[in-house]
């Protein structure tokens, strides 16, 4: 299935638009800065899944589609893929849409893992009914 039959998996976490400063030599946006705006969606999901600070622990598999350019509009997409004890684990997808006129297409997607955090910065359980709210919309 290419990626103008496919549409963006999760929530709508984070919108922006891909400035002059965060391009190379040739005009194509950064991947380190993509990644950046793929951990902010992430932490903003997580926070307010776990109820609580997170931090990211790992990231993996990513793979970079297309580039980016100044002026296109990215779009980061979150679903969380597991719930741990005191870890969540979410895939992230980032998508670009210049303008209305076309279809967006898929830039890149990663699985991140963050775990929750105490003020002090060290691990803490994520809450029972959390959880719960986790396994109950997996259920539907």
């Known amino acids: 299935m290419s990626d103008s039959q496919l549409k963006p998996e999760g ?21 380190g800065w993509i990644v950046s705006q793929m951990d902010l969606a992430g932490a903003i999901h997580a926070e307010r899944f776990t109820q609580g600070r997170c931090a990211t622990i790992a990231i993996n598999q990513m793979t970079f589609l297309v580039p980016v350019k100044v002026g296109d509009v ?32 898929r830039v890149t997607e990663g699985v991140f893992t963050f775990v929750a955090v ?21 259920a539907v």
């Open 11 to 31: 929530t709508l976490s984070l919108q922006t638009i891909a400035m002059p400063a965060d391009t190379n030599w040739s005009g194509d946006v950064f991947g």
């Open 74 to 105: 990215i779009s980061c997409y979150t679903k969380i893929l597991k719930l741990g004890n005191t870890s969540i684990q979410m895939q992230i997808e980032v998508w670009d849409s210049h303008d209305s006129s076309r279809a967006a297409k």
């Open 118 to 138: 105490d003020v002090k910065g060290n691990k803490r359980q994520i809450s029972e009914e959390v959880k719960q709210k986790y396994l109950e919309s997996q």
